[in-house]
């Protein structure tokens, strides 16, 4: 019996014993349409109160507690944040910063940023919350070679709550890079590694030594006993097993009188392995892709849906090497022969939105970046085989008795198409996008891969298509570039991260909408660069343009939530009018603000 089943059973008979001890909740009235029927009204809450959610991770031994390295028991989405909070949150409909471990910052001057962080906080083991927790963060990330560090000279101490940022250059990107994306972590766990990476620094050192080689091996094999948190939550390492475990509110913390619950509940688990727990009223927020059936299943059930932009998606990757997946005229092709209206639907119902431009980056911030004549100009790639047709006979493909395209080599064209088999919305765009490629003459063949296994795959080399993720959720496009050009592309240097050829898309192109050869990733790195955000349009227009022209995947869909919340243990969510939700599931989550600010609270 393999690990995900005995896993999904023992899950079930969780379910089982809690619901053979607690008294059946009353049946909801039927839902008319899409809009759910509250549930019955529960009983007051008695003991602590708790708040039920759902990330996957593995357990000890495979699971440890080293924060910074890959297998570390941090969970994802909202939660990291819990305990290991960044400087701020960007509020998107605000376009502004909420504080957290920062209260305040500034400029001192275009090359250098001074942050004021909060007083009087104390991590969990007691120990005060100062600046030099933030310098050792940053520099264990610099071990790592963290993409901060390709604009960030140094870090500073001024006092116990201020730390000076020095830029190599003024960035407008680098800010969301400091401020948001690096949770802070405590001295007492990473202050001696923090300190041999400073004296590596000193002695002139690189990533490209053999000394700084080690360190970062001996780092990646640095197992702390447990964690030492700033956030309101800490995992109780007693309560893990492969099934769930809690997490602590610390009551020492900075946030514990904001905080409304005394604990979450984390069950382990992909998207089989969560559904039957949200249907059996065990689960109170999940941001798994639930496919529509499933979905179907919560709204009759009462369970009301949040939908709220991930500004990313599934998109079909290629691999370059492999004739004529390298050709962009055939890519262009198979753009005009998938419908992606009914991908996105099939994948995920209401929540999978087609991608319009195919830009690059989310059509949600299309109108903020690019003139009304590059929208103009970009090919929306409507759905139509004839015109899909017309290309590949224009390259001197032709079709055989079956049907099927030859290409001009006389080759019968056939592909595998692989994606992470528990992830249930991009399961179903590769099934459909195979069967779609079948229908129009060229068969492809899915073939689901575990979700751990299926990036390093990729990044590999090992595969020909695949579903992996295009966009950024980043109000700014260079971040989005980076994933399209970079993450699976000729892959390198970040710690825990499978070296690689990736899909070898060769970056200097040839691009006729631009009349040039371009270098799309010195475009990119351009696009991050001074403080001049009208100059970086300029290149963000010119990389939209290229995008689309060139495909080096295609986006599918845009995701947004599908995230279910009944009214069993939490209230308190907003209304779906309400512009935290601007914040995503995933980019800024919403979830992590609603409970920072104590707005969402227990049902009583």
């Known amino acids: ?19 053979a001890a607690c008294p059946a909740p009353a049946a909801p009235a039927p839902s008319t349409g899409d809009q759910p029927v509250a549930p019955a009204a529960q009983p007051a809450a008695t003991g602590p109160s708790e708040m039920h959610i759902a990330w996957p991770y593995s357990a000890p031994p495979a699971g440890h507690f080293n924060s910074f390295v890959a297998g570390a028991i941090n969970l994802g989405g909202p939660y990291p944040h819990l305990m290991f909070p960044p400087l701020f949150f960007y509020m998107w409909a605000d376009d502004d910063w909420m504080p957290l471990a920062g209260q305040s910052w500034e400029w001192a001057d275009e ?15 007691g120990d005060p919350f100062t600046a030099q927790d933030v310098v050792d963060t940053f520099d264990i990330y610099r071990l790592q070679n963290l993409t901060v560090w390709r604009f960030l000279e140094d870090t500073e101490v001024i006092d116990d709550t201020t730390v000076a940022f020095h ?14 994306e690096v949770g802070i972590r405590p001295s007492a766990t990473y202050g001696e590694y923090a300190q041999r990476v400073r004296d590596l620094v000193d002695a002139g050192q690189t990533s490209e030594d053999e000394e700084w080689s080690a ?12 964690t030492i948190v700033l956030g309101p939550y800490q995992i109780d390492p007693n309560s ?3 099934a769930q475990m809690t997490l602590n509110k610390v009551e020492t913390s900075y946030w514990a009188d904001t905080v409304q619950f005394d604990r979450l509940v984390n069950f382990n688990g992909e998207t089989p392995d969560i559904t039957p727990l949200v249907l059996a009223g065990n689960v109170d927020y999940a941001t798994h892709g639930f496919p529509p059936a499933t979905e179907r299943q919560f709204i009759d059930q009462g369970i009301r849906i949040i939908r709220a932009p991930l500004f990313t998606g599934p998109a079909l990757y290629f691999n370059h090497t492999i004739y004529p997946l390298n050709v962009k005229e055939f890519r262009q092709a198979l753009a005009y022969a998938i419908d992606r209206d009914e991908n996105g639907f099939i994948s995920l119902g209401q929540s999978g939105r087609r991608q319009m431009y195919l830009s690059g980056f989310s059509d949600n911030l299309v109108a903020n970046w690019l003139t009304d004549e ?3 100009a970009l090919n929306q790639y409507d759905f139509d085989r004839d015109q899909a047709s017309a290309i590949l ?10 049907g099927n395209w030859i290409d001009d080599q006389g080759n019968a064209l056939s592909y595998t198409l692989t994606a992470p088999a528990e992830f249930a919305d991009w399961s179903a765009a590769a099934e459909n996008v195979a069967q779609q490629l079948t229908d129009f003459g060229i068969p492809t063949t899915f073939r689901g891969v575990n979700f751990q296994q299926h990036p390093v795959d990729v990044r590999a080399g090992d595969f020909e298509l695949a579903i992996r993720d295009w966009g950024a959720a980043n109000p700014h496009p260079h971040f989005a570039y980076n994933i399209d050009f970079n993450s699976y592309n000729y892959v390198g240097g970040e710690a825990g991260v499978t070296v690689g050829p990736g899909m070898e898309f060769p970056l200097v192109q040839q691009v006729d909408v631009l009349g040039a050869e371009v270098d799309l990733g010195a475009m990119t790195d351009q696009s991050a660069l001074g403080s001049d955000q009208a100059a970086q349009a300029e290149i963000i227009n010119d990389l939209a343009l290229a995008y689309n022209e060139l495909l080096p995947q ?13 009214n069993i243990r939490v209230t308190g969510w907003p209304d779906d009018s309400d512009p935290v939700y601007l914040n995503g599931p995933g980019a800024d989550p919403f979830t992590f603000v609603l409970l920072i600010t104590g707005r969402l609270q227990p049902v009583r």
């Open 167 to 180: 830029l190599l250059a003024p960035s407008t990107t680098v800010l969301r890079r400091i401020l948001r």
């Open 554 to 566: 295609i986006p599918l869909w845009e995701r947004y939530g599908n995230n279910p919340v009944p």
């Open 393 to 402: 006979e224009g390259l001197g493909f032709s079709r055989n008795a079956q």
């Open 111 to 125: 090359d250098t940023l001074h942050v004021s962080l909060i007083e009087g906080a104390v991590w969990s083991n």
């Open 240 to 242: 893990i097993t492969e």
């Open 215 to 226: 360190l970062l091996q001996e780092f990646n094999g640095f197992r702390p006993e447990g």
């Open 374 to 376: 590059t929208q103009a």
């Open 1 to 19: 019996m393999n690990r995900r089943l005995w896993t999904l059973i023992s899950m079930l008979m969780v379910v089982a014993m809690l619901l």
